[in-house]
């Protein structure tokens, strides 16, 4: 069966700091994948999706960039980081076949201080 | 363009009482519909899902949803609810990129 990991599990960084949080899925090959925002008592946002290595699509413009080294593995990133960045992160993945339900991660809370 | 609302915030039912989470949504052709449950500080499992056919959809932990056309709904329900059933509810339209409503928390009292 198939199992999405995110680390760290919770995180605490200083305005200006980089970040860099890590998705994995296992037991699939060719997933899309997707990172997904969730501020406090809000909806989810989607901030990048990926159908493949390297390719990367930006559905909002921000402080945050994503990349795909290797096929089951996403990684969210920035270079300096913003107290709005807070929030907590969720990714996802789907089958990439067609039929695309999405399964999310147990998240990455993180707090800019 | 596509989105979700969920008019219900906050919703609070007893043990063994009945329970439904009303979801709206805009979209420009047949939708994908989605209700996911999130428990604090986590992440979010998926209930059920309507792609196409029965309208009708059962799901996870004794959950249902019906799609209304006409209504533009994906109401989420449950006959009987348990304690175990206090969490966040998430409704959600689209193909690859998902639209997520703003959530309804449900309490359960006992």
């Known amino acids: 069966s198939q199992t999405i990991h995110q680390w760290p599990a919770t995180l605490v960084q200083p305005v200006g700091s980089p970040l860099s949080l890590e998705c994995t899925v296992e037991?699939?090959?060719?997933?899309?994948l997707y990172w997904y925002r969730q501020a406090a008592g809000r909806g989810l946002q989607l901030l990048f999706y990926?159908?493949?290595?390297?390719?990367i699509s930006s559905e909002v413009p921000q402080n945050l960039s994503a990349s795909r080294p290797q096929d089951r593995q996403f990684i969210l990133s920035s270079k300096k980081l913003l107290l709005s960045d807070s929030g907590f992160y969720l990714c996802?993945?789907?089958?990439?076949?067609?039929?695309?339900?999405?399964?999310f991660g147990p998240g990455t809370r993180l707090l800019v201080l | 363009a596509q989105s979700v609302t969920q008019p219900d915030i906050h919703i609070t039912v007893s043990e063994g009482a009945s329970l439904e989470l009303r979801c709206n949504y805009s979209y420009g052709a047949t939708p994908y519909l989605f209700w996911y449950v999130q428990s604090p500080g986590q992440g979010l499992q998926l209930l059920l899902k309507y792609f196409s056919g029965d309208t009708l959809v059962q799901g996870i932990k004794g959950f249902e949803a019906e799609f209304k056309r006409s209504q533009s709904s994906f109401n989420l329900r449950k006959p009987s609810v348990h304690w175990s059933d206090a969490a966040e509810y998430f409704c959600a339209v689209g193909r690859y990129k998902l639209s997520f409503g703003a959530g309804t928390t449900v309490t359960v009292r006992a």
């Open positions: 996802a993945w789907s089958a990439g076949t067609g039929e695309e339900t999405q399964y």
């Open positions: 037991g699939t090959s060719n997933p899309n």
């Open positions: 990926s159908v493949g290595i390297g390719q």
